[in-house]
């Protein structure tokens, strides 16, 4: 299933908007997307200026994602954690292919500026690839490395481009240059989800050694599928609908943003690594993908670490039931859900889910009749369970996620809620209950306005 086919089939599922309007990709676009954001997937099908069309939102809805996976929703982050575990025991090594759709025509003269690339946020420094699988072997073991990096186009064959410390792309990268070399890439843009789960596979799960490829081998049930790039060596996604040949230049730094980030904040514009292209291929008619930084991020960070959290606290303290991490959270965020045996483990769970995600900053705790997935409930628990003398902790001086602006480089406090009541439970904590019906069973009209 390419990136064209799990639109039709979300199409299908009544899961797609389609934008007939002809849409300015300078801020008018992500206007339009952010009226639907948690919602239905958009496709553009005119943006001024450009021929393909483009889609949005295939990440900030779990419904969307369980139609395209196939499973429950609440079975996603397990789905994800058992193709992530692959890696440890049994990984699928990518096949290389012939003919790839993806290279069924090659842009003879590499502009980038032929490609509709939306600048999203009113601050933003230029149009931003934000979702593009970038693929790179390691200088010196040959092992191929796959993330998502943000990339701002600044010419019509360059790119300014953001590698955070740790990653290792940008491992790979500081290799590279340390030998006057750059570092080659492939940028790959629309992709079935399976290639983002890869993407977005943290290090803890995907070493420095190993190929996160194999992750979308599993989601997919076959070896992923890749292509000799024409320029480069680091190969792209057969499948994909448009790749960019390109090479990290060396000893080259160039004012990159600013960019409105997943925090809801604006990342600073800098001097940063600067992306030179060389070739740029793509299918017949392509339907370029873009992401809106929000929602889109929460949820496909939260869902790579829920089942990892989820089994991290497990270990230290019984009675977890779930572990959610919201919407609303900017992946700072989890709310875990306990019926803990004993007093004071509901701390414990919350301290265990700090140590197992860093970039946490708030841990609520509620009970396992507090629906977690629902906002008003969970307020509910914090305004009726949890007594602020008792049960909130602040741990200062702690090592957060730098993007949050609240801490100062990553440098600051966390917060955690307990919203469990004490035990024994006490009749004043029960919550009201009615009868459960199927509405199904009854004959039931719904009167019209009349006009
Ligand atoms: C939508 C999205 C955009 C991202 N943008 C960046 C980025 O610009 N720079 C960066 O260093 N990491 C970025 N990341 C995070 C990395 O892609 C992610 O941590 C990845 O697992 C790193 O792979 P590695 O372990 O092979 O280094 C982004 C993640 C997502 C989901
Ligand atoms: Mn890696």
């Given amino acids: ?106 842009m003879e003269d590499v502009d980038l500026f032929r490609i509709p690339v939306p600048t999203l946020a009113l601050k933003d420094g230029g149009p931003y690839f934000d979702n593009c699988i970038v693929i790179a072997r390691d200088p010196d073991t040959g092992v191929r490395n796959t993330s998502i990096h943000r990339l701002m186009i600044t010419g019509k064959d360059k790119l300014g481009l953001l590698m955070d410390y740790g990653r290792h792309l940008r491992d790979y990268y500081e290799r590279a240059e340390a030998r006057n070399e750059a570092l080659e890439i492939t940028i790959n843009n ?5 290639y ?24 997919l049930g076959e070896p992923a599928r890749l292509c000799r790039s024409k320029t480069v060596k680091p190969e792209g996604i057969a499948d994909a609908q448009l790749i960019i040949e390109a090479e990290i230049l060396p000893h080259l730094r160039e004012p990159e943003g600013p960019f409105g980030e997943v925090s809801g904040y604006y990342a600073v514009e800098d001097n940063r690594w600067v992306v030179k292209v060389k070739a740029i291929t793509h299918c017949q008619n392509p339907v370029i993908s873009s992401l809106l930084p929000g929602k889109e991020v929460w949820n496909s960070v939260g869902l790579g670490v829920e089942a990892s959290l989820f089994q991290n606290i497990s270990r230290q303290v019984k009675g977890l039931k779930k572990v959610y991490m919201t919407h609303g959270g900017s992946h700072y965020h989890v709310i875990i859900q306990i019926d803990p045996p004993a007093n004071g483990l509901s701390k414990n769970a919350i301290l265990a889910a700090f140590a197992a995600f860093p970039p946490l900053q708030m841990v609520t705790a509620v009970n396992s009749d507090v629906d977690i997935e629902n906002p008003e409930e969970v307020e509910r628990a914090m305004v009726t369970r949890c007594d602020p003398t008792r049960d909130i902790i602040i741990i200062p001086g ?28 006490e009749r004043k904590y029960e919550k009201v209950a009615f009868q459960k019906v199927n509405l199904g069973d009854y004959e039931i009209d719904y009167p019209e306005k009349s006009s």
């Fill in 190 to 194: 629309g992709v079935n989800a399976a």
């Fill in 398 to 425: 702690a090592l957060g996620h730098e993007l949050n602006p609240v801490t100062n480089d990553g440098f600051g406090a966390k917060m955690g809620f307990d919203c469990t009541y004490p035990l024994p439970k």
């Fill in 1 to 106: 299933m390419d990136f064209q086919q799990s639109l039709r089939k979300l199409a299908e599922a009544g899961r797609l908007a389609v934008v007939k309007s002809e849409v300015d990709p300078v801020h008018e676009l992500a206007g339009i997307a952010r009226e639907f954001e948690g919602g239905k997937v958009v496709l553009f099908e005119k943006v001024k200026g450009f021929t393909f069309p483009l889609a949005i939102g295939l990440w900030w809805n779990r419904d969307n994602l369980a139609e395209l996976f196939g499973v429950e929703k609440s079975d996603l982050s397990f789905l994800f954690a058992r193709a992530m575990a692959s890696l440890a025991k049994n990984p699928v090594a990518p096949v290389v292919v012939e003919n790839a759709p993806a290279q069924q025509v090659v």
């Fill in 196 to 219: 983002y789960v890869a993407a977005i596979t943290p290090s803890a799960a995907a070493p420095i050694d190993v190929d996160e490829l194999g992750v979308a081998s599993f989601l």
